[in-house]
């Protein structure tokens, strides 16, 4: 059984909430139709096939939409006015509103599955990382901090960072103006360089 998910939009509190399903004169519902060159007024009833107003006959028997936990399930079927209704709305985010959306279950997998794939990336770089390379990576990412590391803590920790910062892991690879600073960070942990606080006096004549 095929269902449609809609949810409220940037987590909108409170998450059980009443869609507006019939224009009136404090809420306006209305459909631009390009074919007649007009707004049309739509309308929720649940013992109509049309959404809208001016296409119904007879009693409306005006249906209730809520949101319940943020989020609505609709059922292809027997919900196929609804749905329609719900395309139409203008609060829908398609349709310019911010109120709320239908859930692409498609479109939000191949996202998972890029996050996924690139945090399988930066780990396997990782983990192939020689010593130096850790070290390198390591004073890039907290500098002269990374010289007080053992080995293991260093590699531990580069991997840990790989896992939860993927992208910015990667990115690293790329970036060759960071070498500059991974050679003062790393001179200034081993003793090479030391930072001395220099004052300046000013001598009359």
Known sequence: METKVY???????????????????????????EERN???????????KSIFEDEQNGQS????IEFKDGSLV????NDATLIKFLEHHPD??????NVFEELNHEAEAQEIIDLIEIEAEAISLARELDI????????????VRAGKLKSAELRRD???YARNNSGDFLDMFEDVDSDIQVFVSKAI????IQWRRITLSCIGT
Do not use: F, M
Not at 13 to 26: E, F, G
Not at 132 to 143: F, H, T, V
Not at 189 to 192: A, L, P, T
């Open 158 to 160: 580069v991997l840990i």
């Open 38 to 48: 007009e707004q049309r007024a739509l309308r929720y009833a649940r013992n109509q």
């Open 132 to 143: 130096n390379e850790i070290e390198r990576i390591g004073y890039k990412i907290w500098g």
């Open 92 to 97: 829908n985010k398609v349709n310019g509103g």
């Open 74 to 77: 609709c059922n292809t079927r």
């Open 7 to 33: 949810r409220l939009c940037n987590d909108k509190s409170p998450l059980t909430l009443l869609l507006a399903s019939k224009n009136t004169h404090r809420k306006s519902i209305l459909w631009y139709d």
């Open 61 to 64: 028997i005006i249906g209730e």
């Open 189 to 192: 942990s081993e003793g090479y």
